[in-house]
């Protein structure tokens, strides 16, 4: 069989096996996909003018993902360099479509042109390794979702804090506003993968402590970094001081109940119902109450063997 | 033969790699040791064109890649891959045809079980297979032993020898010295990104007696362990 097709057939049986073990029979997990992506894109347009911009920062963000290190240097190693670079090609061209069709409906075309020349570029580019430099962060107290997670990640709170700047010179609030939400969006990110069972087990803490530990380290942490851009916004329009500060407080609030919904499977990744119950929270946040009991006591159950 | 000449290879302004020459014969295996941070697996990487370098890799082989195994310290294995689909996916890659998996299968591997659920030896196992699979003419393993079971351990010193009476090209890094003692003609001991000492396999046993004395040191005595 043709080495890429045989290559993007097994990616396909691969997805499939993902959608199964997250609970869903493969059809349905893409009908609701495809659903969500188009929902939550025709919601961007409806809530912010920044949508393209955001659409575009989402092609490079899932683009990049297929670029890592290792997975880049397994494809250049088993297949001819030709190939190597049409399956490149072609992984971030399927990637990019959802969102250049959606930029395209839009009708924003410069945005669509410039998704899909990144993508397209990104598929050559070698980002280099080099460096043994280490990123600093003012989170190595306790280690590690926060160490590590703002390392991959810091670019994004460089274009939030980039945005807030924006937001004050252009004297646009709700951007300001929307820079807040990127940090603790992105913040939730670093609790999305279950660590290995042994980062739980070296713990010598029961399960309650370990959780309240969990939960008051990505506070304080989610405070470094969220904290300028609301002091920034409270100093820009102090009138909405309570808006400003609101938004900070649903911020720990999704974070904690992250934390707790992560813990809850454990030592499985979040599944189905953990994800539509977190989807409802964001839609109705006062769910945030429920969701968040459930799941710590869902989480005590699940850790209570490794941490007695 | 692949010819190795002034191989250097920069990190920034961190220089790993430093004007390295190294003469690959067919029918040979060279063997590379050093302390960890040594640059062996830095070196692979260039040999196998992952990396970018100053000097020159000649060879009898065009383009190397398509003719080099590399087994690397730790595999890269997509998630939720079988074993079985990862051997095809392998073999499919260098246009040949699917032999029988099972009979192939010598290491006993679960093949119709996830990848990433293999412990680090099944993993280096299942990746050596793969690159046997290929057929290639040049084999790059690194730290083909680690983790890996004794009993399998031989089975990989055997393959290896028949490599080179096949006529094949191994390059091998190893931090037990013994299976390098067992398989190698010639080895090179790279210490900060250059080759300080090589020995052929009647000077095998100077130089790990050498390397001892300069690795192990006081090293022990510092720890004062009583």
């Given at each position: 069989m043709n080495p890429i097709r045989h290559y993007f057939q097994l990616q396909f049986t691969l997805l499939n096996r993902h959608i199964s073990e997250f609970g869903l029979v493969p059809w349905l997990g893409y009908v609701l996909s495809v659903g969500l992506f188009i929902g939550l894109s025709f919601f961007l347009y409806y809530r912010t003018e920044y949508a393209p911009y955001l659409l575009l920062f989402g092609t490079f963000g899932a683009v990049l993902n297929l670029g890592e290190r290792f997975r880049n240097d397994f494809i250049k190693t088993t297949y001819k360099t030709a190939e190597c670079k049409k399956i490149r090609l072609l992984e971030n061209s399927i990637i990019a479509l959802p969102f250049l069709i959606i930029l395209v409906v839009k009708k924003d075309y410069l945005a669509a042109l410039a998704t899909m020349l990144g993508a397209i570029l990104m598929a050559f580019i070698q980002f280099s390794r080099s460096s043994n430099f280490t990123l600093p962060t003012?989170?190595?107290?306790?280690?590690?979702e926060f160490a590590v997670g703002f390392r991959k990640t810091f670019f994004f709170h460089l274009l939030a804090y980039f945005l807030v700047f924006m937001a004050i010179t252009v004297g646009n609030f709700n951007l300001g506003v929307f820079s807040l939400i990127l940090v603790f969006m992105v913040c939730l990110t670093y609790y999305s993968e279950m660590e290995a069972t042994y980062f739980v087990w070296v713990?010598?803490?029961?399960p309650k402590l370990f959780l309240w530990n969990k939960i008051k380290t990505g506070l304080l942490y989610s405070t470094v970094l969220s904290l300028p851009i609301a002091v920034s916004l409270i100093l820009f329009k102090p009138e909405y001081t309570h808006i400003i500060i609101t938004f900070q407080l649903l911020g720990y609030a999704y974070l904690a109940t992250f934390i707790l919904a992560k813990y809850s499977a454990f030592p499985k990744n979040i599944g189905l119902p953990q994800s539509i119950l977190l989807a409802l929270c964001f839609t109705m946040p006062p769910l945030l109450l429920v969701a968040a009991s459930l799941f710590y006591r869902q989480s005590t159950r699940s850790l209570q063997p490794i941490l007695p | 033969m692949i010819n190795i000449e002034n191989l250097s290879k920069y990190y920034g302004s961190h220089?790993?790699?430093?004007?390295i020459n190294l003469q690959l014969a067919a029918g040979q295996v060279h063997g590379i040791v050093g302390e960890n941070g040594a640059g062996k697996t830095t070196l692979f990487k260039c040999i196998a064109g992952l990396e970018d370098f100053e000097g020159s890799i000649q060879g009898d082989y065009k383009p190397l890649k398509n003719h080099l195994g590399l087994l690397p310290t730790d595999p890269f294995f997509f998630s939720k891959i079988t074993g079985r689909e990862y051997l095809q996916l392998l073999c499919n890659a260098r246009h040949l045809p699917l032999p029988d998996l099972d009979e192939k299968n010598i290491f006993d591997?679960?093949?119709?079980?996830?990848?990433?659920?293999?412990s680090t030896g099944m993993k280096k196992k299942l990746a050596l297979t793969a690159i046997l699979l290929q057929q290639n003419e040049v084999f790059i393993l690194d730290e083909p032993f680690n983790g890996v079971d004794i009993q399998s351990n031989m089975v990989i010193t055997e393959i290896i020898q028949q490599l080179r009476s096949l006529g094949k090209t191994l390059l091998i890094s190893s931090h037990i010295f013994s299976t390098l003692n067992d398989t190698c003609d010639r080895i090179y001991l790279l210490k900060d990104g250059q080759f300080v000492r090589q020995a052929g396999r009647d000077e095998f046993a100077d130089l790990e007696a050498e390397m001892r004395a300069f690795t192990v040191g006081d090293r022990v005595a510092r720890l004062g362990l009583g």
């Amino acid at each position: 069989m043709n080495p890429i097709r045989h290559y993007f057939q097994l990616q396909f049986t691969l997805l499939n096996r993902h959608i199964s073990e997250f609970g869903l029979v493969p059809w349905l997990g893409y009908v609701l996909s495809v659903g969500l992506f188009i929902g939550l894109s025709f919601f961007l347009y409806y809530r912010t003018e920044y949508a393209p911009y955001l659409l575009l920062f989402g092609t490079f963000g899932a683009v990049l993902n297929l670029g890592e290190r290792f997975r880049n240097d397994f494809i250049k190693t088993t297949y001819k360099t030709a190939e190597c670079k049409k399956i490149r090609l072609l992984e971030n061209s399927i990637i990019a479509l959802p969102f250049l069709i959606i930029l395209v409906v839009k009708k924003d075309y410069l945005a669509a042109l410039a998704t899909m020349l990144g993508a397209i570029l990104m598929a050559f580019i070698q980002f280099s390794r080099s460096s043994n430099f280490t990123l600093p962060t003012p989170f190595n107290r306790c280690p590690f979702e926060f160490a590590v997670g703002f390392r991959k990640t810091f670019f994004f709170h460089l274009l939030a804090y980039f945005l807030v700047f924006m937001a004050i010179t252009v004297g646009n609030f709700n951007l300001g506003v929307f820079s807040l939400i990127l940090v603790f969006m992105v913040c939730l990110t670093y609790y999305s993968e279950m660590e290995a069972t042994y980062f739980v087990w070296v713990h010598a803490q029961q399960p309650k402590l370990f959780l309240w530990n969990k939960i008051k380290t990505g506070l304080l942490y989610s405070t470094v970094l969220s904290l300028p851009i609301a002091v920034s916004l409270i100093l820009f329009k102090p009138e909405y001081t309570h808006i400003i500060i609101t938004f900070q407080l649903l911020g720990y609030a999704y974070l904690a109940t992250f934390i707790l919904a992560k813990y809850s499977a454990f030592p499985k990744n979040i599944g189905l119902p953990q994800s539509i119950l977190l989807a409802l929270c964001f839609t109705m946040p006062p769910l945030l109450l429920v969701a968040a009991s459930l799941f710590y006591r869902q989480s005590t159950r699940s850790l209570q063997p490794i941490l007695p | 033969m692949i010819n190795i000449e002034n191989l250097s290879k920069y990190y920034g302004s961190h220089q790993v790699l430093k004007g390295i020459n190294l003469q690959l014969a067919a029918g040979q295996v060279h063997g590379i040791v050093g302390e960890n941070g040594a640059g062996k697996t830095t070196l692979f990487k260039c040999i196998a064109g992952l990396e970018d370098f100053e000097g020159s890799i000649q060879g009898d082989y065009k383009p190397l890649k398509n003719h080099l195994g590399l087994l690397p310290t730790d595999p890269f294995f997509f998630s939720k891959i079988t074993g079985r689909e990862y051997l095809q996916l392998l073999c499919n890659a260098r246009h040949l045809p699917l032999p029988d998996l099972d009979e192939k299968n010598i290491f006993d591997l679960p093949l119709n079980q996830y990848a990433a659920t293999y412990s680090t030896g099944m993993k280096k196992k299942l990746a050596l297979t793969a690159i046997l699979l290929q057929q290639n003419e040049v084999f790059i393993l690194d730290e083909p032993f680690n983790g890996v079971d004794i009993q399998s351990n031989m089975v990989i010193t055997e393959i290896i020898q028949q490599l080179r009476s096949l006529g094949k090209t191994l390059l091998i890094s190893s931090h037990i010295f013994s299976t390098l003692n067992d398989t190698c003609d010639r080895i090179y001991l790279l210490k900060d990104g250059q080759f300080v000492r090589q020995a052929g396999r009647d000077e095998f046993a100077d130089l790990e007696a050498e390397m001892r004395a300069f690795t192990v040191g006081d090293r022990v005595a510092r720890l004062g362990l009583g």
